[in-house]
């Protein structure tokens, strides 16, 4: 139902924009997430975003360096990535809560995922 897009490699300090858009999903009916998987980790809430992009939420681990929005009328959410760093390597998933209207980092609240962008920073 959705499609990720804009992953690639880049180095070190360097910036990639995520895309998560769907054909047949109003997106903006829904709280959507960002979330990541590394090798041999747990899945990872990364940032959140209210249907009407009000409130955005943000993993402690991406706050100043990450940012989350979203074009209800494109129906596609962005994650804005800066200043990569190595440790941000990971598949990134889009994600949309079924029902609620607060933002979550809990990847249990989202019931609609995406296939996933491969994110890869390395020198």
């Known amino acids: 139902q959705f499609v990720e897009s804009g992953g690639g490699l880049v180095q070190p300090g360097g910036s990639l924009r995520l895309s998560c858009a769907s054909s047949g999903f109003t997106l903006g009916n829904y709280v959507i997430g960002w979330f990541r998987q590394a090798p041999g980790k747990e899945r990872e809430g990364v940032s959140s975003i209210t249907s009407r992009g009000v409130t955005t939420t943000y993993a402690d681990s991406v706050k100043g360096r990450f940012t989350i929005s979203r074009d209800n009328a494109k129906n596609t959410v962005y994650l804005q990535m800066n200043s990569l760093k190595p440790e941000d390597t990971a598949v990134y998933y889009c994600?949309?809560?079924?029902?609620?209207?607060?933002?979550?980092?809990?990847?249990?609240?989202?019931?609609?995922w995406g296939q996933g962008t491969q994110v890869t920073v390395s020198s």
């Open positions: 994600a949309a809560k079924s029902s609620g209207i607060l933002g979550s980092l809990r990847a249990t609240a989202y019931t609609y």
